[in-house]
């Protein structure tokens, strides 16, 4: 269980501060999909894949005073920013092995949620075809309004993130 804590800890501490839970959920699914060492089970959701088990865990690191969860007031809507706390570092260090790719945790946490919302649908589809994809994306996704070339861009941008782990 703990290992568990600590592979999610090990993203904060080679991202620094992650903003929003959103862009949380879709880092960690698709680093997942990536063959990185997550244990959250995933189902698809109005904004892509979501992980309920994630959720309950960072829910239970705040708490612990692990992770550091700060609520920004944005008018229409509230922003969380997470960072890794200093016990939650100490913590880490009974588990050495625990961080991952730095370049693939900043290569996800330099985009949008959005555009993460994109690429993590496309990986909970990668079984269908890119035609079934496609059209998945523009029937579930349609208040997005993903263009063609946003399209492209993920799938480019999926290419690039398994290069950077072969």
């Known amino acids: 269980m703990l290992k568990d804590h600590a592979n999610v800890m090990g993203l904060f501490l080679q991202a620094g501060e992650i903003i929003g839970r959103k862009k949380l959920q879709k880092m960690i699914y698709i680093a997942k999909k990536l063959n ?24 239970e690191l705040c708490n612990l005073g692990f992770v550091v969860e700060r609520k920004e007031d944005k008018g229409h809507y509230v922003q969380y920013r997470y960072t890794l706390s200093t016990e939650g570092e100490r913590f880490l260090g009974m588990y050495p092995n625990q961080s991952l790719s730095k370049e693939l945790v900043e290569a996800l946490n330099d985009k949008s949620s959005r555009f993460l919302e994109l690429v993590s649908t496309l990986l909970y589809f990668e079984d269908l075809d890119m035609a079934e994809q496609k059209e998945k994306v523009h029937t579930l996704k349609a208040k997005q309004n993903y263009s063609d070339e946003e399209l492209d861009e993920a799938y480019t941008y999926i290419h690039m993130l398994r290069g950077l782990l072969s």
């Open 36 to 59: 990185a060492p997550f244990s959250e089970k995933y189902t698809f959701h109005m904004f892509g894949p979501y992980s309920e088990e994630l959720s309950l865990r960072m829910e």
